[in-house]
């Protein structure tokens, strides 16, 4: 991999205005103000030290930690850290071999070239990097493994090759390291520390380590698909997303912990903006008497209306979330959201339910799952509260019937009613009618629904049925949650 050559001025604003418009893609709000800003610190730090215009950019452009992910992929699609295949990736494999050659009696030996002396050569020298904690070294490796294994579809249709950074990890299993990099450590200098803590701490951090080398494979392996497909092309395919932009049912695990951690500043911020709509609607409707009594002081002119104030109650909250399969990690962030903005509502009442219904307020509140692990408060639930009958399957029909036979004192005309579900029923009756009498005693009755809205009413779905009897809205992720609540809640 070479050095890039200094680029021209033009072409240093062309990556630049890049970079912008890839963030802005990815739901990034950038202005004109923030773009000029970032020309003035690319301007003033120049090219010559990479890391410090990564880090005066991100001050430019950047609003949030949260906003990192995205901003470090795109940076280095726009500011490449190099261009072409690794030098060291070719000099290593032909001093491999020769070293292979050699063992196998000459030259034109059947072992000449051997791609396992290769694999066993790059994981010796990203062992000692690793224990050395060589960043440079590793994201020398990370081009030379990529180049060594990352290549696919060579020879096949026009377009359908390219560079994968899961089949060099593949390869090259990084993670099988551990316990040699962790004994080369163990012989260094004796730690202060007891011995097993010593050696847990140690684990943790040379997991740390593998874990960046295996995003700097990564950063490599876009970097030379997109010196194939196009920059601006792989910056919108193959860039991560923000959390908040992240789908509820296509989130993992880590994904779906990421999600968990932005659920007090979300709540802070559709706190404010629900205390500004409330401020708005207490002020009412002009009192056209005392504007005009006031007017006399200034000529007659009404510069400062009076209105008749407002004192409107704080709604009441209701909750009914299924918590079934992928549709838990929804439900979940959504509970610990509106709990999160418990001081928005006068009463928030939490139910859950797979094919049965119950109350699970308490494990939300300061003793239970707001304060404990929030990646296990769905776990929780299914085992602690009856959510189940006598099978394992989502029934909306039952569990709404439920509902309204046993709980309907928790509605009342001042409760705003969110049903969180995808409205797969599983083909069994959808009971509208349950859902029918809940919003009549209701205030507001809002659906809102993870899957997109092309797959309502599409195999076992009831959601069409359900979206006759109350407003129904797709919900796929963090940000449009933020909105519909925003939006939707009275105040």
Known sequence: MSVPPEPERADVAARLTGLVRALRGHGL????????????????????????????????LLRSEAQRGVYDAAFDLYFPLGVGAPEAARAGAA??????????????????????????????????????????????????????????GVGSTPGSDGWS??????????????????????DGPAPDTPADVSDRLLADEIRRRIQGFRAMVGTEARRRVAELRGTERIAERAVAPTADRIDFLAAGRD???????????LARKLATRLAARRRRAARGRI???????????TGGVPLRPAYRLRRPARPEIVLLCD????VAGFADFTMLLVQAMNDQFSKVRVFAFVNRTAEVTAMLTAGGGGSGDPAALARRILTEAKVMGHHGNSDYGSALGEFAEHHLDAVGPRTSVLVLGDA???????????????????????????EQSALWGTGDSAALAYAEAVEMHPCRNARRLGELIARLLPV
Do not use: C, K, M
Not at 287 to 297: H, K, P
Not at 429 to 448: G, H, S, T
């Open 323 to 326: 918590i079934s399969g992928s």
């Open 29 to 60: 709000r950038i202005g004109p103000a923030e773009t000029v800003d970032a020309a003035a610190v690319t301007d003033v730090l120049g090219l010559a030290d990479r890391e410090q215009l990564r880090a005066g950019l991100a001050a430019a």
């Open 165 to 186: 950074a899961h089949q060099t990890l593949g390869r090259l299993a990084p993670e099988t390291l551990l316990a040699r990099v962790l004994a080369a450590l163990r």
């Open 95 to 152: 001093a491999d071999g020769a070293e292979a050659s050699d063992a196998a009696g000459g030259p034109g030996a059947p072992g000449a070239a051997d791609p396992e002396a290769l694999r066993e050569s790059l994981r010796e020298r990203l062992a000692a990097a690793l224990a050395a904690d060589d960043r440079a070294a590793q994201a020398r490796l990370a081009g030379e493994a990529v180049a060594a294994f990352g290549r696919y």
């Open 255 to 265: 994904q779906l912990a990421e999600l968990r951690r932005t659920v007090h500043p």
């Open 287 to 297: 009192d056209l008497r005392r504007t005009l009594r006031r007017s006399l002081s």
């Open 424 to 450: 797969r029923n599983n083909h069994r009756d959808p009971n509208v009618a349950a859902l029918r009498l809940i919003a009549a005693r209701a205030r507001r009755v809002y659906w809102l629904n993870p």
